[in-house]
């Protein structure tokens, strides 16, 4: 069971960090996560708070550029989380 939590924490992490990418906030984050990957918002609340005190000064920055950067649409945000679900899948023997 270790090897199979570690795994979906570690599948948790890299969706989290391709929603940063996309300039997500935490919330919007947890939303597109349950919404289009069925990660219940308390797991990727978790894991990106261990992120945020592993990299302090990255999320410090990462909150600074949010407030002056471009929003994508909420479609164009639905397009890139379902590119990214499926890519994530392609990994994954099970699929």
């Keep these: ?17 391709k929603c940063l990418i996309f300039h997500m906030t935490k919330e919007e984050c947890m939303d597109a996560l349950s919404k289009h990957a069925d990660i219940k ?10 992120l945020e005190k592993e990299n302090k000064e990255f999320f410090e920055a990462y909150a600074q550029s949010h407030n002056n950067s471009d929003r994508m649409s909420e479609e164009e945000t639905s397009q890139m989380i379902q ?13």
Excluded: C, F, R
């Design 1 to 17: 069971m270790a090897d199979s939590s570690s795994s979906y924490m570690h599948m948790v992490q890299h969706l989290i960090e």
């Design 41 to 50: 918002p308390i797991i990727t609340s978790t894991v990106w708070n261990e």
């Design 83 to 95: 590119k990214m679900i499926s890519d994530s899948g392609k990994g994954d023997p099970k699929n």
